[in-house]
């Protein structure tokens, strides 16, 4: 080579073998299995309560022609009525005899009825079989849809393969059509970042999403959140009213909305008092439903000590499961416990893996990791030229540590100049655009 490297030439030759650990592959299975039960019990009630509606409509025109004969029927007997009340008349004194006897029967008979009504309101008010298992199977359901929206995270994670997030993308969105929360919250999710080939579009995605939250997606509860708290997508940044939604959506236990509630009681922002113990909870909680976030911050609440006593061993148990789920800081943080050998021997061909499979999630603290490894050699391999690469995308990041390295590292071993470097940003953002145009034809919405 020339000294200079292409943009993707220089990530390709750090690209570790990425790969979709078996754990997840089985949790994507579940997802899948209840999502099925879910449309299929779905579909099932829909059919049921068509079935219904012919059934009560046609009874409603047996109760029309019903009423038509009543009334015929009423009509003839006021006339037999109006001629045997000359004839009634002549038996009236008879009549009179026999009343209290009859008045007893119809006073005995009144008590009856009585007695019946209240029995028959008695048993109305006693769930029916087919009620008791009907609210049984929506216990299952609820139960069922909680554990969806706790698996669904999983295809955003960067390790899953293209081809299958394409696949399960297009399994959930189909069902759009019949109004399914878990449809348009992946829709929406998936039209925000362009997920699985679908096209960027940030109006789409927020109508999906408003969608997914009017049907009751805790999921696309907690992005309208992000969106508050970060003051992204046309939302101002309002980190109380973020608060309040992740509050809504934590009380529906969705471990998201709990590792971000968390978060904010870590820092005392958007209103709440600055509390370690209760973020740990938080995160806990959050890490118990299996959510990358929360593990990652459970991790780092044990390394930390916050809320909890410093704990090393645990904080490397919790990284390691969600590097399993691709998390980019765990990624990052597992790297640096190899590099620094913390708890663990020291191994930095690990921690150069671990800082590359960060740095490829755009991670700034795993840019300017495999940046100090290239410079000094840790890994193995000194080179210059690619410490510069890194240390130069991680100041147009926005790293401070990295835009320092820029302007300290020595010309001489400073190959890559800035305009070459943004000349490369724009052929990379030309083949982004390119890959979109070419997305928008094969989409799975």
């Not at 399994?171 to 929406?188: C, D, L, P, R, S």
């Not at 890490?287 to 991790?299: P, V």
């Not at 990624?331 to 690990?350: A, C, R, S, V």
Request: proline fraction near 3%.
């Amino acid at each position: 080579m020339s000294g200079y490297y292409t943009f993707c030439e220089v990530e390709r030759e750090i690209l570790p073998e990425i790969r979709f650990p078996e754990s997840q592959e089985k949790l994507l299975n579940e997802l899948l299995k209840l999502f099925q039960e879910e449309i299929h019990e779905e579909a099932n009630k829909r059919l049921n309560e068509k079935s219904n509606g012919k059934l009560l409509n046609e009874s409603k025109v047996k109760g029309n022609n019903d009423e038509e004969e009543g009334e015929n029927k009423n009509k003839e007997d006021i006339k037999k009525d109006n001629k045997d009340k000359v004839e009634n008349q002549d038996s009236k004194v008879k009549e009179n005899n026999d009343t209290k006897e009859e008045n007893k029967d119809k006073e005995h008979e009144k008590e009856l009825n009585k007695t019946i009504n209240q029995l028959e309101e008695l048993k109305l008010q006693q769930p029916k079989e087919e009620e008791v298992e009907d609210e049984n199977k929506k216990e299952i359901k609820e139960s069922r849809s909680e554990r969806i929206e706790h698996l669904l995270p999983i295809l955003w994670q960067a390790n899953i393969p293209l081809e299958r997030q394409i696949e399960v993308i297009r399994i959930f969105t189909k069902e759009m059509v019949n109004e399914n929360k878990h449809a348009y919250y992946v829709a929406g999710a998936a039209s925000l970042k362009g997920y699985g080939r679908v096209l960027k579009e940030q109006n789409k995605a927020l109508e999906y999403l408003r969608k997914a939250v009017k049907l009751g997606s805790t999921n696309a509860l907690n992005v309208i959140g992000v969106f508050y708290e970060q003051g992204i997508c046309g939302f101002p940044q309002d980190e109380t009213k973020a608060v309040q939604i992740y509050q809504k959506a934590a009380q529906l236990n969705n471990s998201n909305a709990l590792a971000n509630l968390g978060l904010l009681y870590e820092r005392g922002l958007g209103g709440l008092e600055k509390d370690g113990k209760k973020a740990f909870e938080l995160y806990k909680k959050s890490a118990d439903f299996g959510n990358a976030l929360g593990r990652t911050y459970l991790a780092f609440a044990y390394y930390y000590a916050i809320g909890v006593e410093k704990d090393k061993s645990s904080a490397l148990k919790y990284f390691k499961l969600a590097v399993e789920q691709a998390n980019s800081d765990a990624e990052h943080f597992l790297g640096t416990f190899y590099g620094m050998g913390f708890t663990i021997p020291k191994d930095q061909n690990l921690a150069f893996h671990y800082y590359s499979l960060s740095a490829l999630q755009r991670n700034v603290s795993g840019i300017r990791d495999v940046a100090n490894c290239y410079r000094t050699g840790a890994h193995g391999e000194h080179d210059d030229t690619k410490a510069s690469y890194w240390y130069h995308k991680g100041a147009l990041l926005g790293d401070p540590a990295s835009q320092k390295m820029v302007s300290a590292f020595p010309s001489s071993a400073h190959p890559i100049s800035k305009p070459r470097f943004e000349a490369w940003i724009e052929e990379y953002n030309q083949l982004i655009e390119k890959c979109q145009k070419e997305r928008s034809q094969d989409q799975p919405l």
